[in-house]
């Protein structure tokens, strides 16, 4: 069984269209997050939740909404995509500090 | 501002080598939590090793070690006897102690590109 599952592992669109991509963890773990990597490879964090609260807002763009329905689930909408959104976006859990247990990434591009 | 600096963007080493990875950053907290996260072409980032700092105790997991100098905000990875399967982007990361573990955030450095030869 997969731990950390996000789908889609790819996510091909137009500009200003509106996407989703959900997570789901079976670790039982409390804490969830959002994480971007760039083209670069640079990760940075976006967004965490602890039992279906936000934590972490990192400066990001209101396009991104989280939403947290169970501790166990944590969605990203995206909404009016832009080129620049272009990335891979991994969803994670965590119980122990920085322990964190990722999924294997969506990679969204933006045409 | 916490920063974390990974001065070398590409390594190459025969297998069963031994090799070190750097990691620098910069902070004023004095307690925090140091990371190694590798990312294998399969792209899922995966946990490597972990040190607390107020450990002097450097952490080993295996064929993993680091070696942890807290007044040089310096914290290194050596691979030992290296295998095909460490091939991958590594990660430095940081993470505050914080008084509310779950406020806490990892900051990444830049990645090394490790590449294990035959």
């Known amino acids: 069984d997969t731990a950390v599952s996000q789908t889609p592992k790819y996510l091909v669109t137009q500009m200003g269209n509106d996407k989703s991509i959900k997570c789901e963890q079976n670790?039982?773990?409390?804490?969830m997050y959002w994480y971007k990597q760039d083209s670069k490879k640079f990760l940075k964090i976006m967004f965490s939740y602890n039992n279906k609260e936000l934590i972490i807002n990192e400066t990001v763009p209101n396009r991104f909404s989280p939403k947290s329905p169970d501790k166990a689930h944590l969605n990203l909408h995206i909404n009016s995509l832009e080129l620049g959104d272009s990335a891979v976006y991994f969803c994670?859990?965590?119980?122990?500090?920085?322990?964190?247990?990722f999924g294997s990434g969506t990679q969204l591009s933006v045409l | 501002a916490q920063t974390v600096t990974q001065s070398q963007p590409e390594m190459s080493v025969q297998e069963a080598e031994t090799v070190t990875l750097s990691c620098t950053y910069d902070?004023?907290?004095?307690?925090?939590?140091l990371f190694w996260y590798k990312q294998p072409p399969s792209r899922q980032m995966i946990l490597v090793i972990r040190q607390e700092a107020y450990k002097q105790q450097n952490a080993t997991e295996n064929r993993f070690s680091v070696n942890f100098q807290k007044a040089a905000k310096s914290f290194s990875l050596k691979i030992s006897d290296s295998q095909l399967g460490d091939t991958a982007m590594y990660f430095c990361a940081f993470m505050k102690h914080g008084p509310v573990a779950r406020a806490q955030k990892l900051v990444f450095g830049q990645g090394t590109r490790l590449t294990i030869n035959p």
């Open positions: 994670a859990s965590s119980q122990v500090r920085g322990k964190l247990f």
């Open positions: 670790l039982g773990h409390d804490t």
């Open positions: 902070t004023s907290e004095n307690n925090y939590y």
